[in-house]
Antibody
Framework: QVQLQESGPRLVKPSETLSLTCAVSGGSVNNDPYYWSWIRQPPGKGLEYIGHIFYSGSTSYNPSLLSRVTISFNPSKNQFSLILTSVTAADTALYYCARTSVSGPVEYWGQGTLVTVSS | SYVLTQPPSVSVAPGKTARISCGGNNIGSKGVHWYQQKPGQAPVLVIY???DRPSGIPERFSGSNSGNTATLTISRVEAGDEADYYC???????????FGTGTKVTVL
């Protein structure tokens, strides 16, 4: 059973950088042929796919966030990370890490972590 | 990018059938996945590739997809089915997931 756990600062100031890490157990970020994804959900709103990293290291991002987002992984710790720069209040959301089948459904989700952008 | 449209809300009496639509341009040519999200919880996959059910999901949940509309059907609705439901497809042009706008199902 794959388990994912997000971690990182819960409060980020406007214009600064949001940084989250996802610890994976029950799977390998650089050996298992899946997308390791980040998805967010603003309070009271719907789901938005941010992007993913494939086990090969290739990445793909939502075009609406492309200029501000980077996803990477750390195989030695079996983790993958999200960097989102120049944040605004609109980036306040519950951030989920997840495992997604290639071009398919999101099969496993973390519990989510709420990140608030505020001064 | 690709847009998926769902009705904001659907109300259904216990024991009846709920149908949730997901509209998108030629969505019938894509694989559609459905998620159930209860308050304070992460989404759970209930239907994948139009009509397949993950293990542990009741047979009361079924799906179909044709033309410009995909549909999630919940038969014999129970109080525990009250939740938000999201459809999802893959945008192959940009290689990322696209979620529908979400539908809140209320059991009367």
């Amino acid at each position: 059973q794959v388990q994912l756990q997000e971690s990182g600062p819960r409060l980020v100031k406007p214009s600064e950088t949001l940084s989250l890490t996802c610890a994976v157990s029950g799977g390998s970020v650089n050996n298992d042929p899946y997308y390791w994804s980040w998805i967010r959900q603003p309070p009271g709103k719907g789901l938005e796919y941010i992007g993913h990293i494939f086990y090969s290291g290739s990445t793909s991002y939502n075009p609406s966030l492309l200029s501000r987002v980077t996803i990477s992984f750390n195989p030695s710790k079996n983790q993958f990370s999200l960097i989102l720069t120049s944040v605004t209040a609109a980036d306040t959301a519950l951030y989920y890490c997840a495992r997604t089948s290639v071009s398919g459904p999101v099969e496993y989700w973390g519990q989510g972590t709420l990140v608030t952008v505020s001064s | 990018s690709y847009v998926l449209t769902q009705p904001p809300s659907v109300s259904v009496a216990p024991g009846k059938t709920a149908r949730i639509s997901c509209g998108g341009n030629n969505i019938g040519s894509k694989g559609v996945h459905w998620y159930q999200q209860k308050p304070g919880q992460a989404p759970v996959l209930v239907i994948y590739y139009d009509s397949d059910r993950p293990s542990g999901i009741p047979e009361r949940f079924s799906g179909s997809n044709s033309g410009n509309t995909a549909t999630l059907t919940i038969s014999r609705v129970e109080a525990g089915d009250e939740a938000d439901y999201y459809c999802q497809v893959w945008d192959t042009n940009s290689d990322f997931g696209v979620f529908g706008t979400g539908t809140k199902v209320t059991v009367l």
